[in-house]
């Protein structure tokens, strides 16, 4: 790949987009495309941030743009749980773009803010205008300085490849088609959330744990200690979760909390790996205001909502394991079996 040009056209939104599409195009895994030296990889970082910053803070009154689009399959699919599709878009997002970029972005160096009618258009693609927005210049930007230089910017967050796991482990395990060991996964849940009562990953492990309550009262737990670790693991965060409750008054009101439990376990087992990380937590907010997901951030994680999950969750759990396990007598350490 030859250099697009020693320094990017900052004069116009379209100039700069077209700059940025050749620079995609070349990065994004094209057959033909040959190795780029690091003197070149540079040079183009640079020009890249210089569009950004340009940009990005230029008035605009769209909702939405196409680089969001990048990633806005992503944040779908995590919306959705579909894991699938989080395994095909976290490759390389940008490169399943670069068709499309080739395509579109032709017409508009051809006719450049003629918006109303352009030839040969996909009006799927959206506006042509919203195309030459100075914010979809910067977004793209951004999104090609991410395979110039490896780093992952922060307007695109991903979640890392043991989340990814993680969620499909643990969906399988609600589906009854466990591709791993339930008792193992339901135990780390249980041990992590112990561990974690005013962490920031608490109401995802919770959301979790609680998901997979048919499951551990099914029969399908050998292991009394499972259980046991799963009611360690509601007793740990309780304590924390009523202190918080009654500190502050829940700004949500009464109809302001997710319905939990009513839906498909498989689902919230997605909203709750999504809470345990960082990154996910990230892709949460960005799916809540792009509005793939109704709950907001702060409603799915507030203290008033994990409060009675959680109380409930561990009177559940409680009640399962002296079903399946019998009910151990702490006066003597002697236990109970089912039937007695």
Same mark, same amino acid.
């Given at each position: 790949?030859?250099?697009?040009?020693? !320094?990017?056209?900052?004069?116009?939104?379209?100039?700069?987009?077209?700059?940025?599409?050749?620079?995609?195009? !070349?990065?994004?895994?094209?057959?033909?495309?040959?190795?780029?030296?690091?003197?070149?990889?540079?040079?183009?970082?640079?020009?890249?941030?210089?569009?950004?910053?340009?940009?990005?803070?230029?008035?605009?009154?769209?909702?939405?743009?196409?680089?969001?689009?990048?990633?806005?399959?992503?944040?779908?699919?995590?919306?959705?749980?579909?894991?699938?599709?989080?395994?095909?878009?976290?490759?390389?997002?940008?490169?399943?773009?670069?068709?499309?970029?080739?395509? @579109?972005?032709?017409?508009?160096?051809?006719? &450049?803010?003629?918006?109303?009618? $352009?030839?040969?258009?996909?009006?799927?693609?959206?506006?042509?205008? $919203?195309?030459?927005?100075?914010?979809?210049?910067?977004?793209?930007?951004?999104?090609?300085?991410?395979?110039?230089?490896?780093?992952?910017?922060?307007?695109?967050?991903?979640?890392?490849?043991?989340?990814?796991?993680?969620?499909?482990?643990?969906?399988?395990?609600?589906?009854?088609?466990?591709?791993?060991?339930?008792? $193992?996964?339901? !135990?780390?849940?249980?041990?992590?959330?112990?561990?974690?009562?005013?962490?920031?990953?608490?109401?995802?492990?919770?959301?979790?744990?609680?998901?997979?309550?048919?499951?551990?009262?099914?029969?399908?737990?050998?292991?009394?200690?499972? @259980?046991?670790?799963?009611?360690? &693991?509601?007793?740990?965060?309780?304590?924390?979760?009523?202190?918080?409750?009654?500190?502050?008054?829940?700004?949500?009101?009464?109809?302001?909390?997710?319905?939990?439990?009513? &839906?498909?376990?498989?689902?919230?087992?997605?909203? &709750?790996?999504?809470?345990?990380?960082?990154?996910?937590?990230?892709?949460?907010?960005?799916?809540?205001?792009?509005?793939?997901?109704?709950?907001?951030?702060?409603?799915?994680?507030?203290?008033?909502?994990?409060?009675?999950?959680?109380?409930?969750?561990?009177?559940?759990?409680?009640?399962?394991?002296?079903?399946?396990?019998?009910?151990?007598?702490?006066?003597?350490?002697?236990?109970?079996?089912?039937?007695?």
């Amino acid at each position: 790949m030859s250099n697009p040009v020693s !320094s990017p056209p900052l004069d116009s939104p379209r100039a700069s987009l077209l700059w940025t599409a050749k620079v995609l195009v !070349s990065l994004g895994g094209q057959d033909d495309a040959r190795p780029v030296p690091q003197k070149e990889l540079a040079d183009i970082a640079r020009g890249l941030t210089a569009i950004d910053h340009a940009f990005r803070e230029q008035p605009c009154d769209h909702g939405w743009h196409p680089c969001e689009d990048t990633f806005g399959d992503l944040t779908d699919a995590l919306a959705e749980g579909d894991t699938d599709s989080l395994d095909e878009t976290e490759e390389d997002p940008l490169a399943a773009k670069c068709e499309e970029i080739t395509q @579109l972005l032709p017409l508009l160096a051809a006719h &450049g803010h003629a918006a109303d009618a $352009v030839d040969g258009w996909d009006a799927s693609a959206g506006e042509p205008e $919203v195309w030459l927005c100075p914010r979809t210049a910067a977004g793209f930007a951004r999104a090609a300085g991410e395979l110039a230089t490896g780093r992952r910017h922060a307007d695109w967050p991903r979640l890392a490849e043991p989340d990814l796991e993680r969620m499909s482990d643990l969906r399988s395990i609600a589906w009854d088609y466990p591709n791993c060991d339930p008792e $193992v996964a339901l !135990s780390s849940l249980g041990d992590e959330l112990a561990a974690a009562p005013e962490d920031a990953s608490r109401a995802g492990l919770l959301l979790c744990l609680t998901a997979l309550g048919d499951y551990a009262g099914s029969g399908r737990i050998v292991e009394r200690a499972t @259980l046991d670790d799963m009611i360690d &693991g509601f007793e740990a965060v309780i304590p924390a979760l009523r202190r918080e409750s009654s500190a502050a008054d829940c700004p949500h009101g009464p109809h302001g909390h997710p319905v939990f439990g009513d &839906g498909d376990p498989a689902d919230d087992i997605a909203t &709750g790996v999504l809470l345990a990380a960082p990154e996910g937590r990230a892709l949460y907010d960005l799916a809540f205001r792009r509005g793939a997901v109704v709950a907001s951030p702060g409603s799915v994680q507030c203290p008033a909502f994990l409060l009675p999950l959680a109380e409930h969750a561990r009177e559940r759990t409680r009640a399962d394991r002296d079903r399946l396990f019998g009910r151990q007598d702490l006066r003597d350490g002697q236990e109970q079996g089912p039937d007695e």
